[in-house]
């Protein structure tokens, strides 16, 4: 009769993953319930969305005259004004999550977490994941709101989840980029700084203007710039035909960016921690 032993470095390592899953879950849901308890900071996150798709609808609304339009963009302009809403709004929303984050070392309770018996990658985890479900929330309210309008989802139940899936991952990579500023700079006042330049590249994308109709150094610059080929895959899911391209565009980009703005977050973190 022969007994078997169990890895103690395997039973260590199951333990801890447990215990990151257990303190990233009650982290997630502090950052989702304090970000639910300011209304007054998630408001912009929808309210400029709406107005900018809006005003877009009724400014080039007379572009779904031109068969180019119809044929290879968007059955209307209400359509394609949609992913641009749910690019504005993620970004609003994860670069205000990142702001409390920094309010949070500022004010001292980042040091206490620290001096608590929890993950310190949890911490950061936390925070990137109520991002991620804000974003699914934030999709949802607007497609409800825009199919009220009249936008319609031509690809179905599938472009529905397409759209969600890409705005939760445009918020993990936002929110990932702007928690390593957080975390680097501990403050507030610095990472709302650098939003103004991530509204400059939103504003030189397709995310409100198609890029067949650019041109000069406006089109050339909205060519390179990362986050046309994001809005720009989510638009294709408000079409009838879905393609592996648009998945590519709207996930694995962001999935990239993603993965950049993890390390630099969790680097930022481990050179706090050495520093303290």
């Not at 007994?3 to 990233?24: F, N, Y």
């Not at 501990?186 to 203007?209: C, I, Y």
Request: charged share 10%; glycine share 8%.
């Amino acid at each position: 009769m022969s007994l078997s032993i169990a890895d103690p470095k395997m039973m260590a390592s199951s333990s801890s993953t447990r215990s990151l899953l257990r303190h990233t879950f009650v982290l997630t849901r502090r950052s989702v319930i304090g970000r639910l308890r300011q209304p007054a900071v998630l408001a912009p996150a929808f309210i400029f969305p709406l107005f900018f798709a809006a005003l877009g609808s009724a400014s080039f609304n007379k572009l779904a005259s031109d068969p180019y339009f119809t044929a290879n963009i968007a059955t209307s302009f209400l359509n394609y004004a949609v992913a641009g809403a749910v690019l504005q709004g993620v970004l609003f929303g994860s670069t205000s999550a990142a702001g409390d984050l920094a309010t949070d070392i500022e004010q001292g309770f980042f040091e206490r977490l620290l001096a608590s018996p929890i993950s310190r990658t949890a911490i950061v985890l936390g925070r990137l994941a109520a991002s991620m479900v804000v974003a699914c929330v934030q999709v949802v309210i607007f497609m409800t709101i825009f199919l009220v309008a009249g936008a319609r989802i031509e690809s179905g139940p599938i472009g529905f989840i397409g759209l969600i899936g890409g705005g939760a991952l445009l918020a993990l990579a936002m929110s990932a980029m702007m928690a390593g500023l957080a975390i680097k700079s501990g403050s507030p006042e610095v990472v709302q700084g650098a939003f103004p330049l991530v509204f400059v590249l939103m504003f030189l994308s397709s995310a409100f203007f198609p890029r067949h109709y650019m041109k000069g150094w406006y089109r050339t610059v909205a060519d390179w710039n990362p986050l046309s080929h994001v809005v720009e895959g989510m638009q294709g899911f408000m079409n009838h035909e879905l393609s592996a391209s648009q998945f590519a565009k709207s996930w694995l980009i962001p999935f990239v960016l993603a993965i950049i703005g993890i390390a630099f977050a969790l680097r930022a973190l481990n050179n706090r921690l050495a520093a303290s």
